[in-house]
């Protein structure tokens, strides 16, 4: 008999213990069901015998890395839904990670509240949970597509690093709200970062170099508070 309401069971393959247990705690808080493994070998050998609904996956491991396991799943067949953990933030790692079959990507240091936002949202977009959802985010014209990583404005396409991308995804999934600097910090880079707010206005201004000249600006700056993404006509906005 199919046991339809099981909890979700997510493997999580690291070899810093610290890590591994923080995760393993956050994720079993939230009601799944969590195995793990600290090596490479380890954690293939338990992909393929417990069959886990997601894969959180450091890329840096002692014997077999990140990115080998899951080009080794995804040759064998297995569409485990994969999320690389790594210390590396640059354009050519997600690229090489995601063309290897991974799915999501988050950067060390991070936040476990949201990486378990992403374990729930990758397990949406694969219908592992109950009921279909969109994976695309649309704050006026812009587009964000959480599954291809891509973002377009008005048509067009608009490249991001992962950090700026993670950065707009979150102000697009709160859209009008003015979101602190702290929350911004603790949400897209984590807590190892608190108290270093210069990098979230660095970021900020790359997005809107990008985004600005597609369009009217959409974020605002909220004097000694934070941002917001408002679509155009949606509220005024200091700066």
């Not at 591994?20 to 493994?37: P, W």
């Not at 991070?110 to 694969?126: I, Q």
């Amino acid at each position: 008999m199919t046991e339809a309401v099981s909890a979700p069971h997510v493997l999580v393959i690291d070899d810093e213990p610290n890590i591994r247990d923080l995760v393993q705690a956050a994720l079993t808080f939230h009601g799944f069901a969590v195995s793990t493994a600290s090596g490479g070998e380890e954690g293939l050998s338990s992909a393929r015998s417990r069959r886990p609904d997601v894969i959180v996956l450091d890329v840096m491991l002692p014997d077999v890395d990140g990115f080998e396991i899951c080009r080794r799943l995804r040759a064998e067949g297995d569409d485990v839904p994969v999320i690389y953990l790594t210390a590396r933030d640059t354009p050519s790692d997600t690229v090489t990670g995601l063309s290897l079959g991974g799915d999501d990507y988050v950067t060390k240091p991070f936040s476990v509240e949201a990486l378990v936002a992403r374990v729930r949202a990758l397990l949406r977009r694969t219908h592992r949970e109950s009921g279909p959802q969109d994976n695309v985010l649309r704050v006026a014209d812009v587009e964000l597509d959480e599954a291809t990583w891509t973002v377009r404005r008005g048509g067009n396409r608009v490249e991001l690093s992962p950090t700026e991308f993670r950065l707009l995804a979150y102000l697009m999934s709160h859209p009008g709200r003015v979101l602190t600097r702290a929350q911004l910090l603790e949400n897209v880079w984590g807590w190892d970062y608190a108290g270093q707010s210069q990098i979230v206005e660095t970021y900020v201004s790359y997005l809107r170099r990008k985004l600005d000249p597609l369009g009217p600006p959409l974020i605002h700056t909220q004097r000694g508070i934070g941002y917001a993404l408002r679509p155009p006509g949606g509220g005024s906005a200091a700066g």
